[in-house]
């Protein structure tokens, strides 16, 4: 741990599912949680974070076949297609010009490697579901009836900060099971001249895209990521969403009796919203070269019905 107060033990890190508890904070029927925080105010000021017109994706290329099952259908020419004689429309009939390729794609985005957005109804502890929802409420068949993504419909627009402490620490990048703390954080802050405030989008750099581009791996089971210390300073500052080039929390985590607390305090007790797996090294060099931290941040989140997470391309903006 860096220099600072000492660790939650894990009676206190459990204990957080009551005081960081946002349940009934914005009503009972509330299925946004934290991107309550964002409010048309907050996107007007991330529209003025835009001061140099430069974007930059922050999701890893999905590739197949590692991240997804494919199917490819090729036509060179239309009235080549098989039952094309039979359609209605004439212009599939004697059009020998005109052709088309069509995907089918099969993808599990939860994990450690496609960049997505986790729901809060994408975690369940003592089984209820964020604002108290029982866990029966995610039917096998049809998916979630409570705050799934498409609660994200309008997508999320905000003032993105990147706080890369693996640059803070001087390294190339945080190495397996090192944590980062609030000490980081505001560190981060003081060296980058940003604060973090209601409404932002804090994306965590620790460095493992680096090591992913440039060692061809990601540090397997174990990473880097926020400690679990870090939840409370997340809801003080009234934090809507968190994203890392990690799938979030660092592991192993330390607590024998919550595994993943980043993911179950965020999403069940906070209703905060996960960005997973970025690839925050094009946005990183952009904010060293420009000499600016915060950017205005789109996600837009695939409407899947009932589903816990979409695949996502967020775009910073600087």
Excluded: K
Aim: glycine letters at 10%.
């Amino acid at each position: 741990m860096t220099a600072g107060r000492p660790a939650p033990t894990q009676d206190e890190v459990l204990a957080y599912f009551d005081t960081l508890s946002n349940w009934g904070r914005w009503g009972d029927d509330d299925e946004l949680g934290t991107l309550n925080h964002i409010t048309d105010d907050v996107r007007l000021a991330a529209a003025r974070a835009v001061r140099h017109g430069r974007s930059v994706s922050c999701a890893w290329e999905v590739a197949a076949p590692e991240d997804m099952e494919r199917s490819t259908t090729t036509c060179p020419r239309a009235a080549d297609m098989p039952g094309a004689e039979t359609m209605p429309a004439p212009g599939f009939r004697r059009d020998r010009r005109w052709g088309f390729s069509s995907e089918r794609l099969g993808l599990t985005f939860h994990g450690n490697t496609v960049t997505h957005v986790d729901s809060p109804c994408h975690i369940f502890w003592d089984g209820a579901l964020y604002n108290g929802r029982p866990h029966s409420s995610v039917d096998p068949a049809t998916g979630s009836a409570w705050a799934a993504v498409t609660a994200a419909a309008n997508g999320i627009v905000t003032r993105g900060v990147l706080l890369d402490v693996a640059r803070v620490r001087d390294v190339p990048w945080l190495e397996p099971g090192q944590g980062v703390y609030p000490e980081d954080l505001e560190e981060a802050e003081r060296r980058q001249g940003v604060r973090v405030r209601s409404g932002d989008a804090v994306l965590l750099r620790t460095g493992r895209g680096r090591l992913r581009h440039e060692a061809g791996r990601d540090g397997g089971h174990e990473q880097a990521g926020w400690h679990a210390s870090c939840l409370p300073w997340l809801r003080e500052r009234q934090v809507a969403l968190i994203g890392a080039d990690t799938p979030q929390e660092v592991q192993p985590s330390g607590y024998d009796d919550v595994l993943m607390p980043v993911h179950a305090v965020g999403l069940v007790a906070m209703g905060l919203w996960l960005l997973d797996n970025c690839d925050l090294e094009a946005c990183a060099s952009t904010a060293v070269e420009l000499g600016q931290w915060d950017f205005h941040l789109a996600v837009a989140p695939v409407r899947l019905a009932g589903a816990s997470g979409s695949p996502v391309n967020p775009i910073a903006t600087f």
